[in-house]
C-alpha cells in the first residue's frame, strides 16, 4: 500500500517557501549537511520537513518506509562513499518511484523537441526559438504538478483507508481508545489556539493545525477520549479536554495539552497494589526466545536465591495476539523446570499471560510494539505500582536479580519527587554506529522501569503521542517514532519529544522525572562479556542485547563490516555481497578470525576505494601488505579437517560440533552448494560436470595426488572427513593423514549405483560399478585397522549396513546435527540466528511418512511418485 512521503502535506512547498515559513514563526532550529546533500530542518508540530528545489524531479531527500520484523532495527540509512549518493527513505511507495516513468517520456520528448528546433535554428528555418523552446518547459513543468499532486492525493486516500480499516478492527474487539476526531467536517474537542495572542504558542498552534487537517488519525491511547459512533458505523473521537485560560502546571502558566492526558483505572475497593510487574513482551515467532531466556539465561542466573523471602513482584507473558493452550502450557512447563529454588520469590508462583486481542491489527513492526506499549498502562495499572520491560534479549547476567529490580522500582512514585522512568542509555562501545554520537543520543531504551497510576505521565506520553502524531512510518499509532534517522520506537518518541525547543516550557518542568540507570545496560547489538560488565558495574544485573541471539560468525561479520566498510552487512552491489558472503562463509567455519576478515576486507576494497587506508593500516601483515598468513601459521592451535563433497549438507551440519570441538571444518563442495554456501572455492582438478566426477576415473586420482602433492594447505590439514559419498575418501589415501569416513546413506553411494536412475543417464556402467564397489570394500576394511582412521554412520541404519557387507565391528554412531542456521543463506531470514526452533506439538498424534518419493531407490530400482505407495508404507500397512 502505497503512503505518501512524510515531508508533503496538502502541497509540495518550495525551499524558499518553508525557509520563509520558519523564519517567520521563528521554529527554524538547524541546518546540516547529510553526505552530498543539504538537509533543511523545519520543526514543526512534530516532524521535519525535509526540504527541496521544486526545480527537479525528485526531491534531494526522498522518504519512505522500512518495517523490519527482527530484529527491531528500525531505520538504516546506508551513506555511500566519496561521490556515492544514499536515500533515506520513510515511505512505501515514493513521488519519484510513482512519476518515473511518465517524467522520463517527458523528458525524451523534450530533448527530441530540443535536438529539433536547435537544428531548424541552424537552419536559418525558425525566427522563435526561444519562444517556442519556453512554452514546451512551461507545459513539462505544468503537467508534471498535476501529475504529483494526483498521486499525492492518491497516496493520501490509500493511507485514509488503512486508517479507517484500522479503527474498524480496534471497535471489533472493543479497545476504547479507538481515536479519531470525527469523521465529517465538522471536529470538536480542538480548541484552536490563536496564533497571533500573548498566550499563543506556536508549536501548539501547528499541533491543532495537523490534528484538523488529519480527522481520521488515531489519537494516542494515552488520551482521554470518550467513544462515539458516526452514522455510517465508522469509529470515531470526541475528545473531552478543553483548554481553560490561566492553564498552570504545578504553578507554571504554560501551553495546555491538545489533548488531555488519561485518566488512571484506581484499584478496586481494599486492593493493594504490588510493586512492580516485571513484563517479558514477545510476538508468536518469538517464542523460541523467550524459552531460550528461561533455559538458557535464568537457569544460570535465577531471579531468586534458594530460601528468598517473597517480594512484592510478579511476572507476565505479554503478547498483543492472545496465545493457544498449547503454547502457554509449554512456556509455563519451561518455566517450572527451573524450580522453586530459582523462582520462589515471585509473589506469585503462577505467571499471567496477558494478551490483547484475537484479531489480527495488520500493523507494522514499530506500530505494533508502541501499541502493545501504550496499552499496558490501563492493563496493569490496577494491579502494580509500576512495571518494567524485560524483552526476550534483556537477560540477567548476576543471580537474584529480582530483589534488585524491586528495590529499583521503589523510586518511582507520582509525587513531585517520584520518578516516571528508570532507564539505560546506549551505552555501546561503537559510538558512530547508528550515528549515536552526531546525532546526541541519550534516549532511554524501552527495557525500562515505568510508573503507572499516575495522572502526571499519562498527560506527558498524551504530549508525546499528539507531537508525534500517526503519519509516516507510523500511520496506525501516534507517539510510535519520530522522523529522525535510527529513531523507530516509542522509547525515541518519549525522549525526543523532551528535549525539543517546542516543548521547553514544559519539559524543564519534567526533566527531573527520567532517570539513568546501572541496573540494566543496554548495548543495542553489540558482543558483550559479562564478567567484565560486573566487574566494571557490580550494580548491573541485566544485558539488553541482539548480539545473544546471534551466531558468533554473524557478531564478527557485523563488527567487522561496521568498522571496516563502514556500512551494514546486507543490502549491497553483487560485488560487495560477495566480499561480505565470503569472509561470512569462512568466520561461521572458524578458518577466519576477525583480523583474517578484515584483512581481506581491505585487499579486496582498498584498490576500489572503498575503504580508508587509515583504517586498514591496523591490519596489516608483517610484511605490510593484507596477504593471509602462511598456511602452517594459520588457525593456531585448531585442528583443520578437509572435506570434498557433493552435497553441502552434511559438513555444514557438522562444522558447528567440530568447531565447539576445536576444530574447523574446510568444505569443498561440488555439486548442491548454494544452499549452504559452501561452494567450491579452491579445489584442483575436479570441476562441476554433471556429477561425473562423483565417481572419479583413475586418470583423475592421479590428477589429484599430483595437485596436491606439495600443496602448502594440504601439509596444514590433520585430516579428511568423507560424507557424501564416502567413497570419495580414496582420494586422501595417498597424502598419509587421518581419514574420517562418516556415511550419511548408502556404502556403495558413489560407487555401485546401478538403481539410481540419474546416474543410468550419465555414463555409468554397471559391470565397472561392481568391480568399484568391491574394492571400496576392501579399502574401508583396511581404514578400519588404522587406529587413526574413525569409521561412521550418521544413522543407526547404515551403521548397521556398513558393519552387515564389511564386517567392520567398529562402526560408530555420530548423528549429524543440523539444527542452526542449516540451509540459510547470508541475508535471509533469520540467517543470523542461533536458536534452534523446537518441536511444540498441539496432537499427540504420529504421523509417519517418507521423507522423499526416491528414499530407497538403490533398493527398489522405481520411481515410486505417489508417497502412499512408498514400499515402506506398503510394508507398513501389512504389519497394521
Given at each position: 500500500?502505497?503512503?505518501?512521503?512524510?515531508?508533503?502535506?496538502?502541497?509540495?512547498p518550495?525551499?524558499e517557501?518553508?525557509?520563509?515559513e520558519?523564519?517567520?514563526?521563528?521554529s527554524?532550529?538547524k541546518?546540516?549537511?547529510?553526505?552530498?546533500?543539504?538537509?533543511?530542518?523545519?520543526?514543526?508540530?512534530?516532524?521535519?520537513?525535509y526540504?527541496?528545489?521544486?526545480?527537479?524531479?525528485?526531491?534531494?531527500i526522498?522518504?519512505?518506509?522500512r518495517?523490519?520484523?527482527h530484529?527491531?532495527e528500525?531505520?538504516?540509512?546506508?551513506?555511500?562513499?566519496?561521490?556515492?549518493?544514499?536515500?533515506?527513505s520513510?515511505?512505501?511507495?515514493?513521488?519519484?518511484?510513482?512519476?518515473?516513468?511518465?517524467?522520463?517520456?517527458?523528458?525524451?520528448?523534450v530533448?527530441?523537441?530540443?535536438?529539433?528546433?536547435?537544428?531548424?535554428?541552424?537552419?536559418?528555418?525558425?525566427?522563435?526559438?526561444?519562444?517556442?523552446?519556453?512554452?514546451?518547459?512551461?507545459?513539462?513543468?505544468?503537467?508534471?504538478?498535476?501529475?504529483?499532486?494526483?498521486?499525492?492525493?492518491?497516496q493520501?486516500?490509500?493511507?485514509?483507508k488503512r486508517?479507517?480499516?484500522?479503527?474498524e478492527?480496534?471497535?471489533?474487539?472493543?479497545?476504547?481508545k479507538?481515536?479519531?476526531?470525527?469523521?465529517?467536517?465538522?471536529?470538536?474537542?480542538?480548541?484552536?489556539?490563536?496564533?497571533g495572542?500573548?498566550e499563543?504558542?506556536?508549536?501548539?498552534?501547528?499541533?491543532?493545525?495537523?490534528?484538523k487537517?488529519?480527522?481520521?488519525?488515531?489519537?494516542?491511547?494515552?488520551?482521554?477520549?470518550?467513544?462515539?459512533?458516526?452514522?455510517?458505523?465508522?469509529?470515531?473521537?470526541?475528545a473531552?479536554?478543553?483548554a481553560?485560560?490561566?492553564?498552570?502546571?504545578?504553578?507554571?502558566?504554560?501551553?495546555?495539552?491538545?489533548?488531555?492526558?488519561?485518566?488512571?483505572?484506581?484499584?478496586?475497593?481494599?486492593?493493594?497494589?504490588?510493586?512492580?510487574?516485571?513484563?517479558?513482551?514477545?510476538?508468536?515467532?518469538?517464542?523460541?526466545?523467550?524459552?531460550?531466556?528461561?533455559?538458557?539465561?535464568?537457569?544460570?542466573?535465577?531471579?531468586?536465591?534458594?530460601?528468598?523471602?517473597k517480594?512484592?513482584?510478579?511476572?507476565?507473558?505479554?503478547?498483543?495476539?492472545?496465545?493457544s493452550?498449547?503454547?502457554k502450557?509449554?512456556?509455563?512447563e519451561?518455566y517450572?523446570?527451573?524450580?522453586?529454588?530459582?523462582?520462589?520469590?515471585?509473589?506469585?508462583?503462577?505467571?499471567?499471560?496477558?494478551?490483547?486481542?484475537?484479531?489480527?491489527?495488520?500493523?507494522?513492526?514499530?506500530?505494533?510494539?508502541?501499541?502493545?506499549?501504550?496499552?499496558?498502562?490501563?492493563?496493569?495499572?490496577?494491579?502494580?505500582?509500576?512495571?518494567?520491560l524485560?524483552?526476550?534479549?534483556?537477560?540477567?547476567?548476576?543471580?537474584?536479580?529480582?530483589?534488585?529490580?524491586?528495590?529499583?522500582?521503589?523510586?518511582?512514585?507520582?509525587?513531585?519527587?517520584?520518578l516516571?522512568?528508570?532507564?539505560?542509555l546506549?551505552?555501546?562501545?561503537?559510538?558512530?554506529?547508528?550515528?549515536?554520537?552526531?546525532r546526541?543520543?541519550?534516549h532511554?531504551?524501552?527495557?525500562?522501569?515505568?510508573?503507572?497510576?499516575?495522572?502526571d505521565?499519562?498527560?506527558?506520553?498524551?504530549?508525546?503521542?499528539?507531537?508525534?502524531?500517526?503519519?509516516?512510518?507510523?500511520e496506525?499509532?501516534a507517539?510510535?517514532?519520530?522522523?529522525?534517522?535510527?529513531?523507530?520506537?516509542?522509547?525515541?518518541?518519549?525522549y525526543r519529544?523532551?528535549?525539543?525547543?517546542?516543548?521547553?516550557?514544559?519539559?524543564?518542568?519534567?526533566?527531573?522525572?527520567?532517570?539513568?540507570?546501572?541496573?540494566m545496560?543496554n548495548?543495542?547489538d553489540?558482543?558483550?562479556?559479562?564478567v567484565?560488565?560486573?566487574?566494571?558495574?557490580?550494580?548491573?544485573?541485566?544485558?539488553?542485547?541482539k548480539s545473544?541471539?546471534?551466531?558468533?560468525?554473524?557478531?564478527?561479520?557485523?563488527?567487522v563490516?561496521?568498522?571496516?566498510?563502514?556500512v551494514?552487512?546486507?543490502?549491497?552491489?553483487?560485488?560487495?555481497?560477495?566480499?561480505?558472503?565470503?569472509?561470512y562463509?569462512?568466520?561461521?567455519?572458524?578458518?577466519?578470525?576477525?583480523?583474517?576478515?578484515?584483512?581481506?576486507?581491505?585487499?579486496?576494497?582498498?584498490?576500489?576505494?572503498?575503504?580508508?587506508?587509515?583504517?586498514?593500516?591496523?591490519?596489516?601483515?608483517?610484511?605490510?601488505?593484507?596477504?593471509?598468513?602462511?598456511?602452517?601459521?594459520?588457525?593456531e592451535?585448531?585442528?583443520?579437517?578437509w572435506?570434498?563433497?557433493f552435497?553441502?549438507?552434511?559438513?555444514?551440519?557438522?562444522s558447528?560440533?567440530?568447531?565447539?570441538?576445536?576444530?574447523?571444518?574446510?568444505?569443498?563442495?561440488?555439486?548442491i552448494?548454494?544452499?549452504?554456501?559452501?561452494?567450491?572455492d579452491?579445489?584442483?582438478?575436479?570441476r562441476?560436470?554433471?556429477?561425473?566426477?562423483?565417481?572419479?576415473?583413475?586418470?583423475q586420482?592421479v590428477?589429484?595426488k599430483?595437485?596436491?602433492?606439495?600443496?602448502?594447505?594440504?601439509?596444514?590439514?590433520?585430516?579428511?572427513l568423507?560424507?557424501?559419498?564416502?567413497?570419495?575418501?580414496?582420494?586422501?589415501?595417498?597424502?598419509?593423514?587421518?581419514?574420517?569416513?562418516?556415511?550419511?546413506?548408502?556404502?556403495?553411494?558413489?560407487?555401485?549405483?546401478?538403481?539410481?536412475?540419474?546416474?543410468?543417464?550419465?555414463?555409468?556402467d554397471?559391470?565397472?560399478?561392481?568391480?568399484?564397489?568391491?574394492?571400496?570394500?576392501?579399502t574401508?576394511?583396511?581404514?578400519?585397522?588404522?587406529?587413526?582412521?574413525v569409521?561412521?554412520?550418521?544413522?543407526?541404519?547404515?551403521?548397521?549396513?556398513?558393519?552387515?557387507?564389511?564386517?567392520?565391528?567398529?562402526?560408530?554412531?555420530?548423528?549429524?546435527?543440523?539444527?542452526?542456521?542449516?540451509?540459510?543463506?547470508?541475508?535471509?531470514?533469520?540467517?543470523?540466528?542461533?536458536?534452534?526452533?523446537?518441536?511444540m506439538p498441539?496432537?499427540?498424534?504420529?504421523?509417519?511418512v517418507?521423507?522423499?518419493?526416491?528414499?530407497?531407490?538403490?533398493?527398489?530400482q522405481?520411481?515410486?511418485?505417489?508417497?502412499i505407495?512408498?514400499p515402506?508404507?506398503q510394508?507398513?500397512?501389512?504389519?497394521?
Amino acid at each position: 500500500m502505497s503512503r505518501r512521503p512524510l515531508a508533503i502535506k496538502r502541497e509540495i512547498p518550495s525551499s524558499e517557501s518553508l525557509l520563509r515559513e520558519s523564519s517567520k514563526d521563528g521554529s527554524f532550529t538547524k541546518s546540516w549537511s547529510i553526505s552530498k546533500y543539504r538537509r533543511k530542518q523545519y520543526s514543526s508540530h512534530r516532524t521535519d520537513v525535509y526540504a527541496f528545489d521544486p526545480s527537479i524531479i525528485r526531491p534531494s531527500i526522498t522518504v519512505s518506509t522500512r518495517d523490519n520484523d527482527h530484529a527491531n532495527e528500525d531505520f538504516d540509512a546506508k551513506w555511500g562513499g566519496k561521490g556515492v549518493t544514499r536515500e533515506i527513505s520513510f515511505g512505501h511507495v515514493g513521488i519519484k518511484e510513482k512519476a518515473s516513468g511518465f517524467f522520463e517520456s517527458v523528458k525524451n520528448t523534450v530533448l527530441a523537441t530540443y535536438v529539433s528546433i536547435t537544428q531548424k535554428k541552424k537552419s536559418g528555418n525558425n525566427r522563435n526559438f526561444r519562444a517556442k523552446l519556453m512554452i514546451i518547459v512551461v507545459c513539462v513543468v505544468f503537467i508534471r504538478s498535476i501529475v504529483l499532486k494526483i498521486i499525492v492525493i492518491q497516496q493520501r486516500q490509500d493511507e485514509n483507508k488503512r486508517q479507517l480499516m484500522f479503527l474498524e478492527r480496534l471497535s471489533k474487539i472493543g479497545i476504547r481508545k479507538i481515536g479519531s476526531l470525527g469523521s465529517k467536517s465538522k471536529r470538536t474537542g480542538i480548541v484552536d489556539w490563536p496564533r497571533g495572542s500573548k498566550e499563543s504558542d506556536p508549536a501548539r498552534a501547528r499541533q491543532v493545525d495537523w490534528w484538523k487537517q488529519n480527522p481520521i488519525a488515531p489519537i494516542g491511547f494515552s488520551c482521554d477520549v470518550t467513544p462515539s459512533y458516526s452514522s455510517d458505523k465508522i469509529p470515531s473521537i470526541k475528545a473531552s479536554y478543553k483548554a481553560l485560560e490561566g492553564y498552570k502546571y504545578r504553578g507554571y502558566e504554560i501551553p495546555p495539552p491538545v489533548f488531555k492526558g488519561r485518566t488512571p483505572v484506581p484499584p478496586g475497593p481494599g486492593e493493594e497494589r504490588l510493586q512492580v510487574a516485571v513484563v517479558i513482551p514477545f510476538v508468536h515467532f518469538q517464542i523460541y526466545k523467550v524459552t531460550s531466556v528461561i533455559t538458557q539465561f535464568w537457569s544460570k542466573n535465577p531471579p531468586c536465591l534458594p530460601g528468598s523471602e517473597k517480594v512484592s513482584a510478579g511476572l507476565i507473558f505479554y503478547t498483543e495476539n492472545s496465545l493457544s493452550k498449547g503454547y502457554k502450557n509449554y512456556i509455563l512447563e519451561i518455566y517450572q523446570r527451573l524450580g522453586k529454588d530459582k523462582i520462589g520469590c515471585f509473589f506469585t508462583d503462577i505467571p499471567q499471560f496477558l494478551s490483547l486481542t484475537d484479531e489480527d491489527l495488520q500493523m507494522s513492526h514499530l506500530e505494533g510494539a508502541a501499541f502493545d506499549f501504550y496499552m499496558l498502562f490501563e492493563l496493569l495499572e490496577s494491579k502494580y505500582e509500576t512495571f518494567m520491560l524485560v524483552e526476550p534479549d534483556n537477560v540477567p547476567i548476576q543471580k537474584n536479580f529480582l530483589p534488585a529490580i524491586v528495590a529499583e522500582s521503589r523510586s518511582m512514585r507520582c509525587d513531585s519527587d517520584g520518578l516516571w522512568q528508570i532507564g539505560s542509555l546506549p551505552l555501546a562501545k561503537d559510538v558512530k554506529y547508528g550515528l549515536l554520537k552526531s546525532r546526541l543520543d541519550y534516549h532511554i531504551n524501552g527495557n525500562s522501569f515505568y510508573i503507572l497510576g499516575c495522572p502526571d505521565f499519562e498527560e506527558y506520553k498524551c504530549r508525546v503521542q499528539t507531537y508525534y502524531g500517526p503519519d509516516g512510518r507510523c500511520e496506525l499509532m501516534a507517539g510510535c517514532a519520530t522522523p529522525e534517522m535510527y529513531e523507530g520506537g516509542y522509547d525515541h518518541a518519549l525522549y525526543r519529544y523532551r528535549v525539543q525547543s517546542d516543548n521547553y516550557e514544559y519539559s524543564r518542568l519534567v526533566m527531573h522525572r527520567f532517570s539513568y540507570s546501572n541496573l540494566m545496560h543496554n548495548l543495542g547489538d553489540a558482543v558483550y562479556d559479562p564478567v567484565e560488565i560486573v566487574e566494571n558495574y557490580p550494580s548491573t544485573y541485566l544485558v539488553h542485547s541482539k548480539s545473544i541471539y546471534l551466531t558468533d560468525a554473524a557478531n564478527a561479520l557485523k563488527e567487522v563490516t561496521t568498522e571496516i566498510l563502514k556500512v551494514d552487512t546486507c543490502g549491497h552491489d553483487n560485488h560487495v555481497s560477495a566480499v561480505i558472503a565470503h569472509i561470512y562463509r569462512y568466520l561461521k567455519t572458524g578458518e577466519y578470525t576477525k583480523r583474517d576478515a578484515a584483512r581481506y576486507i581491505c585487499k579486496i576494497m582498498l584498490p576500489l576505494g572503498k575503504v580508508k587506508k587509515s583504517v586498514c593500516n591496523m591490519y596489516k601483515n608483517e610484511a605490510g601488505g593484507y596477504a593471509e598468513d602462511d598456511w602452517k601459521d594459520r588457525m593456531e592451535g585448531k585442528t583443520y579437517l578437509w572435506t570434498m563433497d557433493f552435497h553441502g549438507g552434511p559438513a555444514s551440519c557438522d562444522s558447528p560440533i567440530i568447531r565447539e570441538a576445536g576444530g574447523v571444518l574446510h568444505a569443498e563442495v561440488d555439486g548442491i552448494c548454494d544452499y549452504y554456501g559452501l561452494c567450491r572455492d579452491r579445489l584442483k582438478v575436479m570441476r562441476q560436470n554433471n556429477w561425473k566426477e562423483f565417481d572419479p576415473t583413475e586418470q583423475q586420482i592421479v590428477d589429484f595426488k599430483a595437485a596436491y602433492k606439495d600443496d602448502p594447505e594440504f601439509k596444514r590439514v590433520d585430516a579428511f572427513l568423507c560424507h557424501h559419498p564416502v567413497a570419495n575418501c580414496e582420494l586422501f589415501l595417498p597424502f598419509n593423514r587421518s581419514i574420517i569416513v562418516h556415511a550419511t546413506t548408502r556404502l556403495e553411494f558413489g560407487r555401485h549405483d546401478a538403481g539410481i536412475d540419474w546416474r543410468l543417464n550419465s555414463g555409468y556402467d554397471r559391470n565397472t560399478g561392481q568391480e568399484k564397489w568391491k574394492k571400496w570394500v576392501k579399502t574401508l576394511q583396511n581404514l578400519a585397522t588404522d587406529k587413526r582412521n574413525v569409521i561412521a554412520a550418521n544413522n543407526a541404519y547404515d551403521q548397521q549396513y556398513i558393519k552387515y557387507f564389511t564386517g567392520i565391528s567398529d562402526v560408530l554412531l555420530l548423528p549429524s546435527w543440523c539444527g542452526i542456521g542449516i540451509g540459510v543463506t547470508i541475508c535471509e531470514d533469520g540467517w543470523k540466528s542461533n536458536l534452534q526452533k523446537n518441536w511444540m506439538p498441539t496432537r499427540a498424534e504420529v504421523m509417519i511418512v517418507p521423507y522423499r518419493s526416491n528414499l530407497d531407490r538403490t533398493r527398489y530400482q522405481t520411481n515410486v511418485r505417489r508417497p502412499i505407495d512408498h514400499p515402506i508404507l506398503q510394508e507398513l500397512r501389512a504389519v497394521s
